[in-house]
């Protein structure tokens, strides 16, 4: 399928998950009402094709910026909100750079959108601890619940991720970019129910948008911390993270000292402003918060808030060509630094680096798709990486990769 809605009749082999960023009072009670999916390369504005979708099906996504939180009617059968997935490679064309090498998870769309009603009792389609009915169109594929992960594969050794780096600093020692994200990606094989492992993910503690979503022949699962955008009581709000050390004492004042990682999370959050300052009808952008350190598993993160007051007319899809792809995953200037990442990164990006999170009837909340991973038929799909600056070394770039991967190895491995 190219783009369009689904019916639910055609997602009968998908179980009804918890959707990353829902809010509490809903969970438990979704029920899938119609599908939206775009693959990239099917042409047209996936901005424009996904906000007349959910326009289309009772979501005031035209005009969200003066909506104030507010309490619905919950009863079932009424309209609860959407999950959506935006990819990097989607955001990409939203910006209009170059996407870069193709998914390694091709049967994920590129823009997945989910409306949902409330009802009584969720949509469950499959009998946990059973069998696990491998997501696609012909439900036919019946696999044992019991799950096995095999080894992992990396798409680049940390030689060449080193090599990349300092690919990036000769870049920057050029004047092309002043920082850049480089992101690798690891594959293994798995046999079995992948979702529970999927749930451990979702459930890592930190997780702001922890939930699981899937489709026909894919599922994905996330545990980021990352806000990419919010929209609440008339503001709109960007947390951008950058900058990353062990969850210690000595990790908490290293972070706090380091004069590169205040700088590269400096650099972003003046890409982030500038992203906010140009959406139509914003006031003035501030810094709400800047380098504070919030903990996600056992790292310290540099988190700033950064937001604006909405003055006048904000639709979705103006809000997604600003802010897609984020810029902590990008890096500055945003379109030199996606080419470089076009050049340098073996592997796309798939399901990583995107926008991924809720639309309510009176608020948007989507996170920054890291520490996100993905299942096919038979496959297991990570990413992790860091932004890169003049002063990054090698050596450090690679083993911090590394430490952010490893929470969700761990997650998907435990069962």
Not at 73 to 95: E, I, W
Not at 368 to 395: C, E, F, K, N, Y
């Amino acid at each position: 399928m190219v783009h369009g809605t689904t019916s639910l009749g055609h997602l009968h082999s998908r179980r009804i998950d918890v959707p990353p960023g829902s809010p509490a009072s809903c969970q438990g009670r979704h029920r899938a009402s119609a599908i939206f999916s775009w693959f990239a390369g099917a042409g047209g504005d996936p901005a424009e094709l996904v906000s007349g979708f959910l326009a289309g099906n009772g979501l005031d996504v035209r005009n969200i910026g003066r909506t104030v939180t507010q309490v619905h009617p919950s009863g079932d059968g009424t309209l609860c909100g959407a999950a959506l997935y935006v990819s990097a490679a989607a955001g990409c064309v939203m910006a209009g750079a170059d996407p870069g090498r193709p998914s390694p998870v091709p049967g994920v769309p590129d823009v997945y959108a989910v409306v949902y009603e409330h009802a009584e009792s969720p949509d469950v389609r499959d009998t946990p601890g059973e069998t696990y009915l491998v997501p696609g169109a012909s439900g036919t594929n019946r696999m044992p619940a019991s799950w096995t992960l095999g080894p992992w594969t990396s798409s680049w050794s940390p030689a060449e991720h080193a090599a990349a780096v300092q690919a990036v600093r000769e870049a920057i020692g050029r004047g092309d970019v002043y920082q850049t994200n480089v992101v690798g990606h690891l594959i293994a094989p798995y046999t079995g129910d992948p979702w529970p492992a999927l749930r451990r993910v979702a459930a890592l503690p930190g997780a702001r948008y922890g939930g699981v979503l899937g489709g026909d022949g894919w599922a994905l699962a996330t545990a980021t911390p990352e806000t990419l955008v919010e929209v609440r009581d008339g503001r709109v709000i960007t947390r951008p993270i950058k900058g990353t050390r062990p969850a210690t004492a000595s990790g908490r004042r290293e972070l706090l000292a380091s004069r590169k990682e205040r700088a590269e999370h400096v650099m972003i959050v003046d890409l982030e402003r500038n992203d906010l300052a140009r959406l139509p009808g914003v006031g003035p952008v501030r810094v709400d918060e800047l380098f504070a350190v919030r903990r996600w598993v056992d790292l310290w993160q540099a988190e700033s808030v950064v937001s604006a007051p909405i003055t006048g007319r904000l639709g979705l899809a103006d809000l997604l060509r600003a802010v897609c792809p984020g810029g902590s995953v990008t890096g500055a200037p945003k379109l030199a630094a996606l080419a470089e990442i076009a050049r340098l990164e073996p592997v796309g990006r798939g399901v990583s680096m995107g926008a991924l999170g809720w639309i309510g009837t009176g608020h948007l909340d989507l996170g920054l798709s890291i520490r996100t991973v993905a299942v096919d038929g038979q496959r297991v799909h990570a990413w992790a990486g860091g932004g890169i600056t003049w002063d990054s070394d090698p050596d450090a770039e690679v083993a911090e990769a590394a430490a952010k991967a490893a929470p969700i190895r761990a997650a998907l491995q435990s069962g």
